[in-house]
Structures are given as structure tokens and as C-alpha cells.
Nanobody
């Protein structure tokens, strides 16, 4: 089982940027597709972005397309989420997740390993 640890969250004003990192231990991430999900207060967890284990194919939820970029460095066993032009609606706890297949998914149920989450707060 791979262990995941997110970092990089914080508080920013609307229009600002943050870069989240997800460091893996216990297994090499090159065997896993990775995803980012978020959960706002009082709302269900939702898909944000995913990346195949090769890193060549990515997928984004419509609200973040053009603003967020998911990437991975398998040599560092780390996945990133660059978030630009942040909006108050992006506020929530962000989780990274791992799926031991080549392919990403938009469903959290398809991911077997999760981090503890990192808080992102965007003020207007």
C-alpha cells in the first residue's frame, strides 16, 4: 500500500496561486495513476484532476480547466497540482489519491490510497 502526504495548502486571495504536492512512500508512484479531489464545507467530495502513470494524459473537472495543472515526477515519487487564478469556490480540503492501474478516473471509489488532505482557503 502506498502512503500519501499532501502539502502546500494555505490561504490566498482570489486571483492568487498555490502549488500542492503529494509525496508518496512505501511504493513507487510510477505504477499508479494519480488524482486530486477536493471537499468544500458541507459538500460532497469532488474530482479535480487525474493523470495517468505515464504522465502523458491528464483529465480535469470543468471548473478548473485552464487554471489548474496536474503533473508528476516519478523520480521524486511526487505529484503536483498547480493552481492559478484561484477563486473563492476553490476553497476546500484537497486530497491526492492513488490508483494502481495505468488509467486515471473521475470516481473516488476507483482510488485505493488517499492522503490526509491539505486545506486551501481562497478569500475574495
Amino acid at each position: 500500500q502506498v502512503q500519501l502526504a499532501e502539502s502546500g495548502g494555505g490561504s490566498v486571495q482570489a486571483g492568487g496561486s498555490l502549488r500542492l504536492s503529494c509525496a508518496a512512500s512505501g511504493r513507487t508512484l510510477s505504477s499508479y495513476a494519480m488524482g486530486w479531489f477536493r471537499q468544500a464545507p458541507g459538500k460532497e467530495r469532488e474530482f479535480v484532476a487525474s493523470i495517468r502513470w505515464s504522465g502523458r494524459t491528464t483529465d480535469y473537472a470543468e471548473p478548473v480547466k485552464g487554471r489548474f495543472t496536474i503533473s508528476r515526477d516519478n523520480a521524486k515519487n511526487t505529484v503536483y497540482l498547480q493552481m492559478n487564478s484561484l477563486e473563492p469556490e476553490d476553497t476546500g480540503v484537497y486530497y491526492c489519491a492513488a490508483r494502481r492501474t495505468p488509467y486515471g478516473s473521475r470516481s473516488g471509489a476507483d482510488f485505493g490510497s488517499w492522503g490526509q488532505g491539505t486545506q486551501v482557503t481562497v478569500s475574495s
